[in-house]
């Protein structure tokens, strides 16, 4: 599996931007999906998951109510709908992928634990 992370930006706060993770491979509906980001001088974190058909989807705490994750099987792309951005917010995002198993569900905010990543997107929220 092979992914592509795209939609990053300039925003102001307040605003929004979705990100995409297009994915090549026939197999990707069997592959769990999580966002994780990384700010300027600090450690990578989890964002939000996916499961492989959409049915269990998790968020960090300072996300919640303001980004929604989702998926289109047939177009092998996952979506990080990210809105009321906050400055806070900046980051480089990556997208990554794993086998949907009973682990992964269980990990899925575990960075180690996936074994493909995307190149990353810069988003940048302005105040």
């Known amino acids: 599996v092979q992914l592509q992370a795209s939609g990053g930006g300039l925003v102001q706060a307040g605003g929004s931007l979705r990100l995409s993770c297009a994915a090549s491979g026939r197999t990707f509906s069997r592959h769990a999906v999580a966002w994780f980001r990384q700010a300027p001088g600090k450690e990578r974190v989890f964002v939000s998951f996916?499961?492989?058909?959409?049915?269990?989807?998790r968020y960090t705490d300072s996300v919640k109510g303001r980004f929604t994750i989702s998926r289109d099987n047939a177009k092998n792309t996952v979506y990080l709908h990210m809105n009321s951005l906050e400055p806070e917010d900046t980051a480089v995002y990556y997208c990554a992928a794993e086998l949907d198993t009973i682990d992964t569900r269980s990990r899925y905010y575990t960075s180690n634990i996936y074994e493909y990543w995307g190149q990353g997107t810069l988003v940048t929220v302005s105040s």
């Open positions: 996916i499961s492989g058909n959409g049915g269990r989807t």
